[in-house]
């Protein structure tokens, strides 16, 4: 995490289900709450951030996961924080790979949490479409 960045982080992650992420946030800012307000899409819902929020921060004040691990399904919410141990790697919505611990959020931005695939099916379920 940044300097820029203050939020408090939760002492456990709660969850090893790797269905959809609850919108349970991770961290819960606690000052710098006057930046500019962005909105940009998590998952393709519109939520919002502030400016100068690192990604990873954006992300993990909507929930408690950046992606899921490609190997176990587990869910992931970085571990450094600094760029250093490659765990919070996402994608945006056309494919670029993005380390949101290091990248900052944009007005618009729209990244995907897990493959779109499982996001279009979740939101099925949710809206009691027949497959
Ligand atoms: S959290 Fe370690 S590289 Fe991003």
Redesign the pocket.
């Known amino acids: 995490m940044s300097s820029s960045d203050h939020a408090l982080m939760p002492s456990t992650l709660s969850s090893t289900n790797a269905t959809a992420p609850r919108r349970e946030p991770q961290f819960i800012r606690i000052a710098e709450t006057r930046r500019k307000p962005l909105r940009f899409f998590l998952d393709g819902q519109e939520v919002a951030a502030l400016q100068g929020d690192t990604l ?1 921060t954006a992300v993990l004040m909507q929930q408690r996961r950046v992606r899921e691990s490609e190997f176990s399904g587990a869910p992931r919410a ?11 790697w996402m994608r945006t919505e056309d494919g670029k790979r993005v ?4 990248t900052l959020v944009t007005e618009g931005m729209r990244v995907l949490t897990r493959p779109a695939a499982a996001i279009e099916a979740d939101t099925a379920d949710r809206n009691g479409d027949a497959r």
């Open positions: 990873l970085g571990f450094c924080l600094i760029g250093a141990c490659q765990d919070c380390r949101a611990c290091s």
